[in-house]
């Protein structure tokens, strides 16, 4: 992040979005290959079609891409460019709801949000067209997706059913395992060294029969890790990093419409899995907010030369 912001050529920050598109576009084209079952890739099922990593972190990235699509798509002033990110959007966003990630599939909906009412501010016009597509995507999904009907059928029979034992079950599980370690070492933690065997001490001190709680190798919540980890300072530190980036002015408005794409995108997430434990959304996190702040110094350079001329 820190050599992007300093070092990138101004020139560059379109095109290493443009860059990050292309890549999303080939692991999509696979993802589609092993879903129709033309590509066979050893470990991996057609119901469950994620290519290069687990399925919750590349649903995160779809949506994630999604929401730059959709962004251009209003931005783009020719209407051949209007017409390829059109097609590019309706792809990566069935193969969102082709896969099993259910963390993209929520995470959509509210980037959907996030860049339409950013764009046309909230009018009539972009509630109806928010409200419209919020209701037609999921029910298209739904009706055509069978992965996406069966995740979401398994989810709610886990919240009706609600049981230790599920995968929702256990995060919740983990979450109450983390408020206990919490209200023990609220100030600074149990540190990075006995944040997990913490928890298994808790469990089997507490929790005996919830083994699947035990079982998860990290707390698939950011904001409660970090909190267990270096207490109340270690949370306020997460929280304060998407404050800082919210607060950094841009002008541009695609790239200040990527700032809050990125900061909903990485928080919401952050509810259902460890985004700072994990390389890939950590380096999802660094590209961006290394082009986002490298954006804003050159605004800033721009905005005092125009001070010092006047």
């Known amino acids: 992040m820190f050599v992007i912001f300093t070092s990138i050529d101004k020139k560059f920050i379109p095109i290493a979005l443009s860059a990050f598109l292309t890549g999303m576009l080939i692991s999509e084209l696979v993802s589609y290959g092993i879903f129709f079952e033309f590509i066979t890739i050893q470990g991996l099922s057609h119901k469950d079609p994620s290519p290069f990593m687990q399925h919750t972190l590349y649903s995160v990235f779809l949506a994630f891409s999604a929401g730059i699509l959709l962004n251009r798509i209003l931005t783009s002033e020719q209407i051949k ?7 590019f959007f309706i792809t990566i966003t069935a193969n969102l709801f082709i896969n099993t990630g259910r963390t993209g599939q929520v995470l959509f ?14 009018t009539f016009k972009s509630i109806v067209i928010t409200l419209s597509l919020l209701l037609i995507i999921p029910y298209l ?11 979401i059928m398994q989810t709610y029979n886990n919240t009706s059913n609600l049981t230790y034992s599920t995968s929702i079950g256990a995060r919740l599980g983990l979450s109450i395992v983390a408020k206990d370690i919490f209200l023990e070492n609220p100030i600074i933690g149990v540190g990075a060294g006995d944040y997990l065997s913490k928890k298994d001490e808790m469990v089997q001190q507490r929790y005996p029969d919830r083994k699947k709680v035990k079982a998860l190798v990290h707390y698939h919540n950011q904001f409660v890790e970090f909190a267990v980890i270096a207490g109340i300072f270690g949370l306020s530190a997460y929280i304060f990093i998407f404050i800082s980036l919210l607060r950094t002015k841009i002008t541009d408005i695609r790239i200040n419409t990527i700032k809050y794409i990125l900061v909903s995108s990485i928080a919401i997430a952050s509810f259902s899995d460890a985004m700072f434990h994990l390389n890939r959304p950590l380096s999802l996190f660094a590209l961006f907010a290394g082009l986002i702040l490298a954006q804003y110094r050159y605004e800033e350079q721009e905005a005092t030369i125009v001070r010092t001329v006047k």
Do not use: E, M, Q, W
């Not at 909906?109 to 909230?122: D, P, Q, T």
């Not at 999904?141 to 995740?151: D, E, G, L, V, Y």
């Open 81 to 87: 460019h209007k017409i390829i990110y059109t097609i």
């Open 109 to 122: 909906l509210f980037v959907l949000v996030s860049v339409l009412i950013g764009y046309y501010k909230i």
């Open 141 to 151: 999904a739904f009706t055509f997706s069978p992965n996406f009907k069966a995740r």
